[in-house]
Each structure stands twice: as structure tokens, then as C-alpha cells.
């Protein structure tokens, strides 16, 4: 497929196409480079199967295409409005017109959701659940019958997912029955045909999103902090209570009668399994699922690539070395911090959890000598100016050094980071001690204490 065009500014930014991964955070990415850029004009030939979801990026900005071998692709791109505002030349023009009319009708629409959903957290009047039913509205008036009309169902999936978040914001009220709340909107998406595979396959991560919402309903995550007598990162708590968790997931996947879309949705569960707990607990249901589900090897084959991925990064297994540059531009590798153990810290400013950790991991900082621990921070920030203002705001005093790329920062992909806070812990002969199950707002500060020699 050829995909070709001008564009008006640049700058530092890239055009990448890419496909859509099969795993939304744990797949290989396959991404085309545009590089022949000059003058603002651009060119790629990209090999495309059709029905494939394609995403043509710019910065941290996307367009949709439609994946046919026969189209000859061009786009005239405004930097300042893109994506809303994007001139299309295509033998699917009408799609395109309509894809781009939804674009401007739901430009902000999000933000406003996401405003509506906390001042639901926060037990205020709202309009969150009118607001995402309003956007599913705007899907089917201006995409039902063209290539983008699977943007309907990720639409109808985003308002699912915020009723399951309405009733964990709501658990525990007087005269609320969580119970019959839940039920019916089960039998509501059951009804809306959100468990077919073609619906979950539209979904921003498959079933991911709406089974860890409706886990969360039952107030597992407060009987966990009320256990250990504080607020504990989300991240720990799912380790902590992982079990109970799953098996409400399962209570979701139950409803799932097409043998391919249960395939599809307990992918999701075991891959969060391997990525989440210790590799040795995740095997079972690891191994449980290639007998299972055999006959589909896309699925198979990934979850294989991930437990092998997740293995090589294993505690015992070597650390893997980098080499990035501090805000002075000098260059700094894991060897030069051989002999003591290396907290490596991936975070960005836009992280609140990541910002949470940084007071405890400061008073951890000062009570272990240099000689015996450091901390070095790894920022995966896209844009290198903000990088630099986030240090002088927090001025943490170890090590800072730029990534960048967003999660597709290199260093960060080579531990198989799935998202932020990150934390791995390095032993002074360079082996991995820990893989992100450690915190300083949890238990860094004690494993510390029993690796280090006072």
C-alpha cells in the first residue's frame, strides 16, 4: 500500500504507520519509519493485508487508515490541526470524510469524560455516563457502514467500562446493591453483543479494561490497604490479592459463549498473569492455556514470545546494559555502577504514582551510603524540554537520564516494561535482584536492609 503526502511542520517529531498489536502493551510492535521526508513531502510503501487496523503517528498524535493493498494513500498534513484536519485523497474518501467528521465532533470529548468520571469518584453531580453514551451516538452517525465503524464498539466498550467504575465509586453506599448493579450490566453487554471477538478485538486492550473494573467492585483493593494499615499502590495490591482479583475477572470471561473470543479474552488474563506475579506462579495457567487453546497459534505464539521475553528478565538473569545522557550530556552505562546495588526508576512527570514514590525514595536515598546503593532515574517523557523541567521541579538527587520515545524507549523495552512507575533492582555482580515487585511506599527500604550488610 502506498501512503504518501506533505506536511507543513516537523520539527523533532517522526511519522511512523504502524499495525495494530495483537497484545496492546505486551505484543511486538510493528511500526513502518517514514524517513524519506524532504521538502514536507513524504512516502512510504507499507505491506498490508486487509482488515488490519493501521495508525499513522505523529508525535503523540494518530490517524486511522484503511489497510487495502489497492489504495494510493495521500494526505496533505497541517501539524497545528492534525488529525482533525487532514485533506485525504483515497479511493475510500467517503470513509475518510466521515472518520474525519467524528474526529471533529469528539475532539475534547474525551478530556470532558474523564473530568465527569472523577467528579463521580468524588461523589459529585455529573455527566459522565451521558457524556461516553453521547460519544457512541456520534460513532454511529457518522461511521456505521464505512471502515471505521469498529470505533462503534470500542465507543459502546468505553461506556461499559465507566458503568463498572460507577459501581465501585458507588460500593459500599447506603441502599446500593453492588450485586444487582453488576448483573445488570453483564446481561446489558451480553445483549449489546460486546462479548464477540470482533467487539473485543475493538477495544482500546481487549477484555482487559472491563474485567479489572469490575474486580475492582467488590472492595478488595480497600480490604487489602485496611491489612496493611495504609494506601498501597495499585500496582502491589494487584500482587497482594491477585487470586481473589482473577477470580472475579473469570466471572466476566464466563460470559463469553464463541470459543475464539474466550481464546481471545483468557490471552489477556494469562499474558497479565506472566507480565504481574512471579513467573513461577503464572506458569501453571501459562502451560493450562497452550493445551486449551492450541488450535489458535497467533495466540499461542504470543503468549510463548512474552513468557520467554518475561523469563529473560527473570531475578538471577544478567541486567541489561545501557547507555544514556544526563542533563550535561554526559553518558552514563550500567558498568559504571558495578559493585553496589542500582535502583533503576522509570518514570515521567505525567505519572502521578511514579511522583508519589519520589518523597520515601528520597529519605531511602539518604540513610544507604553511595558505596552500597544508588538510584538511577530513566525517564521515558517524549519531549526532552519537559524532561528538563521535571528534574528542576522534583530535584531528586540521584542519577537522571533521558530516554525518551515514550514507552518504545529502548532501555525500558529491554526489561519489558509494560508501564510506569518501573522499578528493577540490580545486584552489584550486574544481575537482576528484583523485578518491579518493589516499592519504597511498600517494601524497598526492607529488602534493602536484608541484601545490604549494615
Known amino acids: 500500500m502506498s501512503v504518501n503526502g506533505t506536511i507543513d511542520y516537523l520539527g523533532d517529531a517522526e511519522i511512523s504507520i504502524s499495525e495494530q498489536p495483537l497484545h496492546y502493551k505486551y505484543s511486538p510492535k510493528k511500526v513502518y519509519k517514514v524517513n524519506s521526508i524532504e521538502n ?90 451521558e457524556l461516553s453514551t453521547k460519544k457512541i451516538q456520534i460513532a454511529k452517525k457518522n461511521l456505521s457502514g464505512t471502515a471505521f465503524d469498529h470505533l462503534i464498539m470500542k465507543a459502546q466498550g468505553e461506556l461499559l467500562v465507566n458503568k463498572i467504575k460507577s459501581v465501585e465509586y458507588r460500593f459500599g453506599k447506603d441502599n446500593f446493591n453492588a450485586d444487582s448493579e453488576r448483573r445488570e450490566i453483564l446481561e446489558q453487554a451480553k445483549a449489546d453483543n460486546f462479548f464477540t471477538l470482533k467487539s473485543l478485538v475493538a477495544q482500546r486492550a481487549g477484555i482487559r479494561d472491563v474485567t479489572h473494573y469490575y474486580a475492582r467492585t467488590f472492595g478488595i483493593y ?98 541489561k546494559s545501557f547507555s544514556l545522557k544526563d542533563v550535561e550530556g554526559n553518558t552514563h552505562t550500567l558498568e559504571d555502577y558495578e559493585g553496589k546495588y542500582v535502583l533503576l526508576d522509570f518514570w515521567a512527570g505525567w505519572c502521578q504514582p511514579c511522583l508519589d514514590e519520589f518523597s520515601v525514595m528520597r529519605d531511602i536515598y539518604s540513610d544507604f551510603s553511595r558505596e552500597d546503593f544508588e538510584i538511577i532515574g530513566i525517564s521515558t517523557e517524549i519531549d526532552k524540554e519537559v524532561w528538563r523541567a521535571d528534574i528542576e521541579k522534583y530535584e531528586n538527587p540521584w542519577p537522571q537520564l533521558y530516554g525518551g520515545n515514550g514507552f518504545d524507549q529502548e532501555t525500558f523495552k529491554a526489561y519489558k516494561g509494560g508501564g510506569i512507575p518501573f522499578y528493577i533492582l540490580i545486584d552489584p555482580e550486574g544481575n537482576i535482584a528484583r523485578y518491579n515487585d518493589i516499592r519504597a511506599t511498600f517494601n524497598l527500604r526492607e529488602v534493602l536492609n536484608n541484601l545490604i550488610d549494615e
Not at 503464572?282 to 497459534?297: I, V
Open 40 to 129: 514536507g513531502v513524504f512516502k512510504a510503501e507499507i505491506p498490508v493485508k486487509r482488515d488490519q487496523n493501521l495508525t499513522l503517528s505523529i508525535g503523540d498524535q494518530s490517524l486511522l487508515i484503511i489497510a487495502d493493498p489497492e489504495d494510493d494513500l495521500k494526505l496533505t498534513i497541517s501539524r497545528a490541526t492534525f488529525p482533525t484536519d487532514v485533506e485525504i485523497e483515497s479511493t475510500h474518501a467517503g470513509d475518510y470524510e466521515s472518520y474525519q467528521n467524528y474526529l471533529v465532533e469528539t475532539e475534547g470529548l474525551d478530556k470532558q469524560i474523564e473530568k465527569e468520571m472523577n467528579n463521580f469518584k468524588a461523589g459529585l453531580e455529573n455527566s459522565a455516563l
Open 222 to 319: 480497600d480490604s487489602v490497604n485496611r491489612a496493611y494499615g495504609k494506601e498501597l499502590a495499585e500496582y502491589d495490591i494487584k500482587r497482594l490479592a491477585y487470586e481473589e482479583l482473577n477470580e472475579k475477572r473469570l466471572e466476566v470471561i464466563a460470559q463469553i459463549d464463541e470459543r475464539e473470543a474466550q481464546a481471545y479474552a483468557k490471552m489477556f488474563l494469562v499474558a497479565e498473569r506472566i507480565g504481574e506475579i512471579e513467573l513461577s506462579k503464572a506458569e501453571p495457567s501459562y502451560r493450562s492455556y497452550l493445551n486449551e487453546y492450541s488450535e489458535f497459534e497467533d495466540y499461542t505464539n504470543f503468549l510463548t514470545y512474552f513468557y520467554n521475553e518475561i523469563k529473560s528478565v527473570s531475578p538471577g538473569e544478567s541486567a
